[in-house]
């Protein structure tokens, strides 16, 4: 069996935790090293949900990785690595499939140069130390790539891809879409959290944090503006946390808790977490 995780020989799918009619779609986002996985239905763009969010590596300063759409079409399992015609890599040789490979288990392309991919330095995910593709911890990546293979693998049983180190190309039926994006905002269950403008790109944060708020169903109508905007304008580069209902107007905001149900449903968050659902 494999070394890199005791689940390794039973399936890490998450293939049994979609909806019927739910389609998944990747964001990257290069400015807070997230990978976050969206699942919803075509029709119905309101009731979309995170079904996993995973720590990655992206570009650094120096090898910036771009905002770009693109999507995976194919799976290639146990890569080689050919060192790309670029002078960080002059020096580097050809590496064959196993547990020196810099792309690890897994890698899907997204964009022309731009890969998905696991790593042989675990150390690194969570930071903006690549020279643009996006890294994932081997449970992470194994995860991400069995869930889509078992949703839309053609011919996905041939080898075993897990147990062996046998290279192996497993076709989608479906692309799937991928973002790579550079927002600085994140939101964390009831905290904002704004992560420094490493790019130097200079978003938009005020219109950031109206669009993410209201992403994860927070009423932004009752924002208090000069609070945002405040906020906004800090131009420090350090890390800023901050409770979410302390930008609302007296300091609690309306939060939607399940934006699937039929009859919906709020709740009141202030800084002492969730008071109420206040109807449905």
Not at 40 to 55: M, T
Not at 60 to 69: A, C, G, M, T
């Amino acid at each position: 069996a494999m070394d890199f995780d005791d689940r390794g020989s039973r399936n890490p799918s998450l293939a049994s935790k979609l909806q019927p009619g739910e389609l998944p779609q990747l964001v990257i986002n290069a400015a807070t090293c997230k990978m976050t996985v969206w699942v919803g239905r075509a029709d119905n763009a309101a009731g979309r949900r995170i079904l996993a969010e995973y720590p990655v590596a992206v570009g650094s300063p120096k090898f910036e990785s771009p905002v770009l759409r693109g999507r995976i079409d194919q799976l290639i399992w146990n890569p080689d690595w050919k060192p790309p015609k670029s002078g960080w890599a002059r020096d580097e040789k050809y590496t064959p499939p196993g547990p020196k490979n810099p792309l690890g288990k897994v890698k899907m392309n997204i964009a022309s140069d731009y890969y998905i991919h696991g790593t042989n330095n675990e150390k690194s995910v969570g930071r903006q130390v690549s020279h643009g593709c996006v890294r994932m911890k081997t449970r992470d990546v194994v995860t991400l790539a069995m869930t889509l293979q078992e949703l839309y693998g053609i011919d996905r049983d041939r080898v075993d891809v897990l147990n062996t180190w046998q290279r192996c190309v497993v076709r989608l039926s479906r692309g799937i879409p991928v973002s790579l994006v550079y927002n600085p905002i994140y939101v964390d269950d009831q905290t904002l959290i704004i992560y420094p403008d490493s790019y130097e790109r200079k978003p938009d944060l005020e219109k950031s944090i109206y669009e993410i708020l209201l992403e994860h169903n927070w009423m932004v109508s009752l924002l208090d503006p000069a609070k945002v905007r405040s906020l906004s304008q800090r131009n420090d580069q350090r890390r800023i946390e901050v409770p979410i209902s302390s930008l609302f107007m007296h300091g609690v905001g309306l939060r939607l808790i399940d934006p699937q149900l039929e009859n919906i449903r709020y709740t009141w968050v202030s800084r002492i977490g969730d008071l109420q659902p206040i109807f449905d």
